[in-house]
């Protein structure tokens, strides 16, 4: 199944410029560097993955980029224009969608509901209507009821429609989350471990989906622990370590990058093991070592 849905590096918009790009952030809390001077450039029609051990500064890099928290320095730009001086809500408002590492839904609303949360904000943002995104119904025009009961359609959610989101596994809460995301109609996604929860078949599933996603257009930025999903769907990873970028590449050339494998292996954990044997599973030849060392874009 994942070889078969279209990948991002096959999109025909997968040439243009970044839709988000980030320039030296830096995030201080008291005397922690937890974010040292990151660049990132994440561009549409693909899935860019934004790995690291727990404590890197994943989180902290995305809170930074929607305005959740000031950064210490660094510019970010959306389509161009520079938003770093721009509330959280006006962030959302020019694009910037996101789900949570500690999943944000309403758990007593419906599926249902929840996603029309998303699209309800959106709405508040603006009378206009604009056109439906391509992921949806090619840019047709639809009522908010049908907007609805198509990202719901699309998520795999019919079933649980009128359920109450708190009774729900996991793995369809984070997918209502993504629904209200989606709702809001961004060009920037920014997904905070989109999959924890999620069993091995659904996690393939859920990386289908998000290619979808990406082949029409969307920008995508995926942290990630579940390093098959990321090596299977990522067109590039960025790697961040106590803070600090130590790869960039396509995930062919940061799997075999001995400072990502220390950097996993130091985190204490058998993740360096992971992304070899991930890397295998994605197909990735793992003894390519064309990656021309830290920090080196693609
Ligand atoms: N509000 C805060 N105040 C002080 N320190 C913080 C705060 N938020 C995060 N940190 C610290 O910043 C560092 C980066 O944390 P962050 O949550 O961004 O890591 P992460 O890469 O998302 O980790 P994980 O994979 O475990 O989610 C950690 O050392 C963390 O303890
Ligand atoms: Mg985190």
Redesign the pocket.
């Known amino acids: 199944m994942s070889a078969s849905f279209p990948t991002a590096a096959a999109s025909p918009v997968a040439a243009a410029a970044p839709a988000l790009r980030v320039r030296d952030l830096s995030?201080r809390?008291?005397g922690?560097l937890?974010?040292s001077s990151v660049d990132l450039d994440v561009p549409a029609g693909r899935i860019s993955g934004l790995i690291?051990?727990?404590?890197?500064?994943?989180?902290?890099?995305?809170?930074a980029i929607c305005g959740v928290?000031t950064p210490t320095s660094g510019q970010v730009e959306l389509g161009g224009d520079d938003v770093s001086k721009l509330s959280t809500h006006q962030r959302a408002r020019r694009g910037i969608g996101r789900t949570f590492?500690r999943l944000e839904v309403f758990s007593s609303l419906s599926v249902r509901d929840n996603v029309r949360v998303g699209l309800e904000i959106r709405q508040s943002w603006s009378r206009r209507r604009a056109a439906a995104p391509q992921f949806l119904a090619g840019g047709a025009e639809l009522s908010a009821d049908d907007e609805v009961a198509l990202i719901i359609d699309r998520l795999g959610l019919v079933e649980v429609a009128e359920v109450p989101v708190g009774s729900l596994p996991t793995g369809q809460a984070r997918k209502v989350e993504l629904g209200r995301a989606l709702a809001a109609r961004p060009s920037v996604l920014l997904l905070?471990?989109p999959a924890s929860g999620l069993d091995e078949q659904e996690s393939v599933e859920f990386g289908a989906l998000l290619g979808t996603l990406a082949a029409s257009g969307l920008a995508i930025l995926l942290?990630e622990?579940d390093i098959a999903l990321v090596m299977r769907v990522c067109s590039e990873l960025s790697v961040?370590n106590?803070?600090q970028l130590i790869a960039h590449g396509t995930p062919e050339q940061v799997q075999s990058n001995a400072a990502v494998l220390d950097a996993y292996l130091g985190g204490g954990g058998n993740d360096a093991t992971a992304v070899e044997r991930a890397a295998v599973d994605a197909g990735v030849n793992v003894s390519d070592t064309s990656w021309s060392g830290p920090g080196a874009p693609s």
Do not use: M, S, Y
């Open positions: 995030v809390f008291g922690h937890a974010v690291g051990p727990n404590g890197a500064g994943k989180t902290t890099t995305f809170n928290i590492q905070d471990e942290v622990h961040l106590f803070g």
